[in-house]
């Protein structure tokens, strides 16, 4: 069972632009929800995240929105840079059991032309 | 910090052998994950240990998988014995105690099965 669903896949944006990738989730216990960066040859690494008490949580150029009704949160990139073209995954975290793993989204591929 | 540190960082082996995939934790973090990548199947949990003891394996694909972590600072997986089907990139993070710590993954052993 697909618990966090991603969209899109893959992502063309030119340099300068917002770059929006979306998450749904279905487990209404997930009380954490971190987005990842990763880099061919690299594991993922940690670029910012939320807790669903807030709407919204801006680090820089990274701003992360939640819609805890609409079991959907999403990664805004602006004034997007080639230096971000990566592989993005939106998680969630917790549930019933206190599960501390992380539930991964499929991932997009996000390529910035210059 | 040298991060997790993992090894090998490529493996090939031919189908039916043992391998045995090495993971050193970031000193201090109390847990441990195993987690599988592949196009097909994205970022998927194996196993997680929490103080070295396992808490959830329900990600573990069959018998054939087996994961340990006799003390703080060293875990392994092994599959035995592998198929083609196994081929994937392998990834372990670390994470200290706490909801919202972060999972630090290691660079990831790249399995090729032939």
């Known amino acids: 069972q697909q618990q966090v669903k991603q969209s899109p896949q893959s992502l063309i944006v030119q340099k300068g632009g917002i770059s929006i990738i979306n998450c749904a989730y279905e487990?209404?216990?997930?009380?954490?929800f971190p987005w990842y960066q990763q880099f061919p040859g690299k594991g993922p690494a940690l670029l910012i995240a939320?807790?669903?008490?807030?709407s919204e949580k801006k680090e820089g150029r990274f701003t992360i929105s939640f819609n805890k009704s609409a079991k959907q949160f999403s990664l805004h990139i602006m004034d997007s840079q080639p230096g971000d073209s990566a592989t993005y995954f939106c998680?969630?975290?917790?549930?019933?059991?206190?599960?501390?793993?992380?539930?991964f989204g499929s991932g997009t591929r996000l390529q910035v032309q210059p | 910090d040298a991060g997790v540190i993992q090894s090998p960082r490529h493996e090939v082996t031919e189908m039916g052998q043992e391998v045995t995939l090495r993971c050193k934790p970031i000193?201090?973090?109390?847990?441990l994950f195993w987690y599988r990548q592949t196009m097909m199947r994205g970022l998927e949990l194996l196993i997680y240990?929490?103080?070295?003891?396992?808490?959830?394996d329900s990600g573990m694909p069959e018998d054939r998988f087996s994961a340990k972590m006799p003390n703080a600072s060293f875990s392994t997986l092994k599959i035995q014995p592998s198929e083609p089907r196994d081929s994937a990139v392998y990834f372990c993070?670390?994470?200290?105690?706490?909801?919202?710590?972060?999972?630090?993954f290691g660079n990831g052993t790249r399995l090729t099965v032939t």
């Open positions: 993070a670390s994470s200290q105690q706490g909801l919202i710590s972060p999972l630090h």
């Open positions: 487990n209404t216990a997930f009380d954490y």
């Open positions: 939320i807790r669903p008490d807030v």
């Open positions: 998680a969630a975290r917790g549930g019933d059991t206190g599960r501390r793993a992380l539930t």
């Open positions: 000193s201090g973090h109390n847990s």
């Open positions: 240990f929490n103080n070295n003891v396992p808490i959830d």
